[in-house]
């Protein structure tokens, strides 16, 4: 078979089918487009694939590919992208206080329970939506006020050394009571159908450094100070 010019072969073990699925998916037909058109690549041995239910999760590629003359490490995995989207909680009668919500939830690959913000998939639909719909499966925070707006133009790469992911950051400012801030804490959400089971936390803006090891939690926490300090900076320029 051939994609874009590009031999691809399968390990004996992928059905037929669900090669067409690997075939049609945007991560795979995404990664092939960009990367032949970055480096010589010659081709790709598809070695697994791991479904989401029925949509193509993660494929597992191993590539001959060149960089100016020299042969690249060949392995990588494969999946859609991804956002995130940092909730900042301001308390309605005490506008100094900064909250920020996160969710904690048992992640296998780490084999530990991890803070960090709400995040997922984009699932063919605007990285701005996608961010909204975390942020209420992961929370139960709905709303219909609040724009969220981007933490940085471009998507980021979360580990590029192994793997194509990259995510696009966002952030939300939100105003609640106390009470309603309050009646956060502990809530349990998440999909039970995508094995998700979160719970939330809400912490101090100041404090994020200590209650989470995520790196995209970390650079969202840096650069929404930056957009904080620009937007007090704008505003002594006009006046």
Known sequence: MTKQNVPVRFAAAISSELQEKVLQ??????????????????SVL????????ARVGFVVVEADAW??????????????????????????DAR?????????????PVGQMVAALPAGVIDGEAAEIAALRELREET????????PYRLRETPVFLSPGGSSEEMMLYAVDIVLT??????????????????????????????????????????????????????????????
């Open 96 to 108: 100094g206080e900064k909250y920020v919500v996160l969710v904690r939830e048992a992640r296998l």
């Open 178 to 239: 106390r009470a309603e801030m309050d009646g956060l804490l502990n809530r349990k959400a998440g999909l039970a159908d995508e094995h998700e089971h979160t719970t939330v936390c809400v912490v101090p803006l100041e404090e994020i450094p200590r209650h989470t090891p995520n790196a995209h939690c970390l650079l969202s926490w840096h650069l929404y100070q930056q957009h904080c300090a620009d937007l007090k900076s704008a505003q002594y320029v006009r006046v």
């Open 25 to 42: 998916a945007s991560q795979f037909s995404g990664w092939i487009e960009k990367t032949r058109s970055g480096f010589d690549l010659r």
């Open 140 to 147: 139960g925070l709905n709303l219909i006020a609040g724009k």
């Open 67 to 92: 960089n100016e003359g020299a042969k690249m490490p060949c392995f990588a995995v494969l999946r859609d992208p991804t956002v995130s989207i940092m909730p900042v909680l301001t308390v309605k």
């Open 46 to 53: 598809v070695r697994d694939v791991l479904m989401f239910g």
